[in-house]
């Protein structure tokens, strides 16, 4: 799926008032600065108890308060919020309390408002949680202007997701956890996921999205070129992202049932990558590595755009991006919930399957195979 950035080009240079998203300020052009690039992010530990730093907590956090103050009608985070409030659509089980964590929370609460979701599943109680305590009266002030009249109690929490889930939210008090967009700035993405699943009552629901695979490969490429001409190097400028095969390791490890992972590639296109990189500030998705480098050479960061343009322009001059969103689905487990057989139940054999009747009458009888 392709979104042309144009028109939110055009909205957010109204916003940002004379500095423009192609990254120029009067005569002076602005070097991008904070580029964020991905690796694959493989989740190892040398013991269970070990969690491995990777990203600034606080850094994000001013992040947040930055993008805040910027975001409003932002086309990506709502395409993926409502992507991913489509699985709540799928379920004919009302979810009377609902837990949203951080990330793209103002997307996940216009989508649940605006599509008429609080009333399909049910939702009379919402507790958003997030570390930008300006990001959360930025939902406040959306929820009270556009949805004064929703009969659904809201709290709002300012507090860092990690530490509040291990410690302030009750066991099995919530029907449905919402993780939209924020799970990939996790240090300990496997813990979040476990208290998650603490949390939610027998038979709820874990929601989540999270950037991962070949995000950004465009922009990696054309960074990595150029910190290769320029400086002779390739640096540690990249935000580490979790592979399609992690997800349902995370969900199994977390305990939960009937785990689920799927992934949306959508392509973003706008004029230049100055235009990219504005578009991650305003996002809050900016780099927040604890070993990033201070800053980008504007030498390296005229390179850097130049080689995107050079490696990746399309035939009209625009230039794309690449997101890959991962969509994670699991269940607490319940006694209710369907189960495999057991292994040896089976009665037929695959390979024997061609030998039955085109008409598929095989009788009354259950047929299981093996």
């Not at 991008?32 to 690796?39: D, K, M, N, Q, S």
């Not at 496997?190 to 939610?200: C, D, H, T, Y």
């Not at 580490?240 to 390791?249: I, L, Q, R, T, Y």
Request: charge should be negative.
């Amino acid at each position: 799926m392709r979104i042309a950035a144009t028109a939110f080009a055009q909205a957010s240079g109204q916003i940002l008032g004379r500095r423009s998203l192609f990254g120029q300020y009067g005569s002076q052009t602005l070097a991008p600065a904070g580029l964020c690039l991905p690796f694959v992010r493989e989740f190892a530990a040398v013991n269970d108890n070990t969690v491995m730093n990777v990203f600034d907590r606080q850094l994000k956090k001013l992040h947040r308060d930055r993008a805040s103050v910027h975001i409003s009608e932002e086309p990506l985070t709502s395409e993926i919020a409502r992507r991913l409030l489509d699985r709540l659509k799928d379920c004919t089980r009302t979810f009377p309390s609902a837990l949203i964590l951080g990330g793209a929370s103002l997307a996940v609460t216009r989508e649940l408002h605006s599509s008429d979701l609080l009333k399909q599943a049910g939702i009379t109680e919402m507790t958003i949680l997030d570390s930008s305590e300006a990001m959360l009266s930025k939902v406040a002030d959306s929820l009270s202007e556009d949805h004064a009249e929703t009969q659904c109690a809201t709290t709002f929490i300012h507090s860092d997701e990690e530490a509040y889930l291990n410690s302030s939210v009750q066991e099995g008090s919530v029907d449905v956890v919402i993780a939209c967009l924020g799970l990939h700035w996790c240090n300990d993405l496997p813990g979040v996921l476990i208290q998650a699943k603490r949390v939610l009552k027998p038979d709820g629901l874990f929601l989540g999205a999270l950037f991962g695979g070949d995000t950004l490969q465009e922009l990696r490429i054309a960074c990595s070129v150029a910190e290769q001409e320029r400086d002779g190097g390739v640096s540690a400028r990249i935000s580490p992202f979790a592979k399609v095969s992690d997800g349902g390791m995370l969900l199994g490890r977390a305990g939960f049932n009937l785990p689920a992972v799927d992934i949306d590639t959508i392509t973003m296109m706008y004029p230049n990558a100055y235009e990219l990189v504005e578009h991650l500030r305003v996002m809050g998705e900016t780099n927040a590595v604890l070993a990033r480098r201070g800053s980008v050479s504007r030498d390296t960061a005229l390179a850097t755009a130049a080689a995107y343009q050079a490696l990746f322009q399309e035939d009209d001059g625009s230039v794309p991006a690449t997101f890959d969103a991962i969509f994670l689905t699991g269940w607490c487990p319940h006694h209710n919930q369907q189960r495999p057989d057991a292994r040896g139940s089976a009665t037929v054999s695959l390979k024997d399957l061609a030998d039955l009747p085109a008409s598929g009458d095989f009788g009354a009888e259950t047929v299981r195979p093996r």
